[in-house]
């Protein structure tokens, strides 16, 4: 990548960009794999129900304002996108339901735990699915506790060696990923929430 730049958003993939902030009947799009460095808020159609920005590299990216130019975005994934933290903005998609957030590296550093560990409200409120699974994660972010409409929570792939008490707080879970981690012993808290372990890593 010749002087740190990264290389332009090919012609189609900008007319597609353009063209979904006019059409209202655009639900679903992918912007998977084109070196986007930012959400692309002013171009994205507000009818988009679902986005896809895997595998570009946001790191340090803020998704403030998006929320508002998406008011009925339900699923957005992040996954492979080079995060080393929860996006800012990402607590204000009230409509959003499930946040795929795995293969970044959350947990990567002793700074990535500290900020994980203060961002209490970094996640929607509404989530019912959440994959943080491939983190690097040795704790579950703070803000995983307050979820308490989550049904499905995908921690496979890290290196969690214990599960705080907090998790009886999750009273809808209904599928928890554990596996390809370090864990000795499990809370007892657990069987509050009655869901079903799987330790596999799919």
Known sequence: MEGGKAPPVPVHI?????????????????????????????????????????????????????SVRLPVLQTLSLSHAHLT???????????????????NALGSSSIER???AAQRDALPRGLTRLSLADNNLAAVPVAVWRLAALETLEL???????????????????????????????????????APMQHGSH
Request: a positive charge; aromatic letters at 4%.
């Open 85 to 103: 933290a929860i996006p800012r903005g990402l607590s204000n998609y009230t409509t959003l339901r499930t946040l795929d957030l795995s293969g």
């Open 14 to 66: 900008r007319s597609a960009l353009i063209n979904s902030s006019d059409d209202p009947l655009i639900t679903t799009l992918s912007l998977t794999k084109i070196q986007l460095r930012a959400f692309p808020i002013a171009r994205l159609s507000p009818s988009l129900t679902q986005l896809d920005l895997s595998c570009n590299p946001l790191t340090g990216a803020s998704a403030e304002g998006i």
């Open 156 to 194: 496979h792939n890290n290196q969690l060696s214990s599960l705080k008490s907090e998790i009886e707080q999750l009273g809808a879970l209904k599928v928890l990923r554990l596996g390809n981690n370090h864990f000795g012993t499990l809370p007892s808290q657990l069987g509050w929430c009655g």
């Open 114 to 116: 500290r900020s994980l």
